[in-house]
């Protein structure tokens, strides 16, 4: 019992869920991370870059490992898939990209992005 209250506190600085209750949770997936059945569309996610992965995927991660107002780095930006999954979790994203050209799409999609349902308007 003991080591069950250890993890618990150490979780519950890691994420913002009730570990007590992980289970009734109805947009984390507990049974499986990985299958998933269809890509999210939703917002400016799209499919159309070769690196595009689903953001279920970030998505699910991030829940379970930061809080809100945590900094996630993503070394590998491509299309900005999580980064835009960082801004509908509310936490703070850094994403480095080596080609200029898709640096400017991932940022245009991000900028683009809602946030809380308000439209984001683009940083110069």
Avoid at 32 to 58: A, C, M, V
Wanted: with cysteine; aromatic share 8%; glycine share 10%.
């Amino acid at each position: 019992m003991g080591n069950k209250i250890k993890f618990i506190d150490v979780m519950s600085r890691i994420n913002d869920l009730n570990l007590n209750d992980w289970k009734e949770y109805q947009d984390i997936i507990t049974d499986s991370l990985w299958i998933i059945g269809e890509r999210d569309k939703s917002g400016t996610h799209r499919g159309d870059y070769h690196g595009n992965f689903i953001p279920q995927i970030p998505n699910q991660l991030m829940r379970r490992f930061t809080k809100k107002g945590d900094v996630v780095l993503d070394t590998f930006l491509g299309s900005g898939t999580t980064l835009i999954e960082c801004k509908r979790l509310g936490r703070n994203g850094i994403g480095i990209e080596l080609l200029p050209k898709i640096a400017e799409m991932a940022k245009q999609r991000i900028n683009q992005e809602s946030l809380f349902g308000f439209p984001v308007l683009p940083k110069f």
